[in-house]
Nanobody, 128 residues
């Protein structure tokens, strides 16, 4: 069982940065054996994968829309997941969710239905 809680969202101007955090309430073993991911859901649109990372950070996936601007990372000693977002654009405006899965994420990683655990979300708003 994994409980997730996001923080760090807010309202910024285009070009600015934000760092999202996700705290996982789970045993260290459980957290360290789960793929972690960030998803986002813009207003009126479907949820989409932003980035995901393997337990030992050896495998990382990015949505092409954020590659080069966003960086996903994790601190397994603290059961934490992060998303550093630089060069924010108005189209990045969305509710951002942290997710976890016990499966080995592959090319299906953007499919939100295959992730087991979700946080409540944190809002990111970018104005031009």
């Amino acid at each position: 069982q994994v409980q997730l809680m996001e923080s760090g969202g807010g309202s910024v101007q285009a070009g600015e940065s934000l760092r999202l955090s996700c705290a996982a309430n789970a045993t260290e073993y459980t957290y360290n054996t789960h793929f972690m991911g960030w998803f986002r859901q813009p207003p009126g649109k479907e949820r989409e994968g932003v980035a995901s990372i393997s337990p030992r950070e050896s495998i990382i996936y990015y949505n092409d829309a954020v590659r080069g601007r966003f960086t996903i990372s994790r601190d397994n000693a603290k059961n934490m997941l992060y998303l550093q977002m630089n060069g924010l654009k108005p189209e990045d405006t969305a509710m951002y969710y942290c997710a976890a899965t016990s499966k080995r994420a592959g090319t299906w990683w953007r499919d939100s239905s295959r992730w087991n655990y979700w946080g409540q979300g944190t809002q990111v708003t970018v104005s031009s």
